[in-house]
T-cell receptor, first 114, second 110 residues
């Protein structure tokens, strides 16, 4: 069964460093998403992406964040200058164009900012 | 952001018992999703409900969407230890985003 994959599974970085989280969405899906989950809290929407453009973003997704589809398979989330409060699980998700409410999630990347 | 309240937050039952957990909102959703999440892992999609009053079954799990599309319930029949997990409901809002509840932590004791 097709699934969303994410790398790395765990990323440790120093405050102020740049990190890139990578995702390979399900191959026939055209909408891609990033969510995050701070330990013990709800899963929160960050951004959605379609046709090489941001479709929607939340108030969390400020200028420190960017997304890119650098090739035909990968979808990345970049945090330019990490802060302690960026420590969280980051989930990539993807969906079909016509069923954007039905989103399939990857296993997540645990980001730890020291 | 529309709020989804899940209750109870924590539920512990004996193997073989039935349980029901709830997901409620004051807002109308075009659809609701139920996911299951294990510690340190991503949410795994169980079901999407779209039509008010809709009932969907997944083996021993029964999902119902309220008539007004503001609430949903998950009923587990004859719970097994393998049903232990965090059950999340999520509602589609805006164009693309899902709004999640905090989850129902279910523990099934053998």
């Amino acid at each position: 069964e097709p699934e969303v994959t994410q790398t790395p599974s765990h990323q440790v970085t120093q405050m102020g460093q740049e990190v890139i989280l990578r995702c390979v969405p399900i191959s026939n899906h055209l909408y891609f998403y990033w969510y995050r989950q701070i330990l013990g809290q709800k899963v929160e929407f960050l951004v959605s992406f379609y046709n090489n453009e941001i479709s929607e973003k939340s108030e969390i997704f400020d200028d420190q964040f960017s997304v890119e589809r650098p090739d035909g398979s990968n979808f990345t989330l970049k945090i330019r200058s990490t802060k302690l409060e960026d420590s969280a699980m980051y989930f990539c998700a993807s969906s079909e164009l016509t069923r954007r409410d039905t989103q399939y999630f990857g296993p997540g990347t645990r980001l730890t900012v020291l | 952001t529309q709020l989804l309240e899940q209750s109870p937050q924590f539920l512990s039952i004996q193997e073989g018992e039935n349980l029901t957990v709830y997901c409620n909102s004051s807002s109308v959703f075009s659809s609701l999703q139920w996911y299951r999440q294990e510690p340190g892992e991503g949410p795994v999609l169980l079901v999407t409900v779209v039509t008010g009053g809709e009932v969907k079954k997944l083996k021993r799990l029964t999902f119902q969407f309220g008539d007004a599309r503001k609430d949903s319930s998950l009923h587990i029949t004859a719970a097994q230890p393998g049903d232990t997990g965090l059950y999340l409901c999520a509602g589609a809002e805006g164009n693309n985003r899902l709004a999640f509840g905090k989850g129902n932590q279910v523990v099934v004791i053998p």
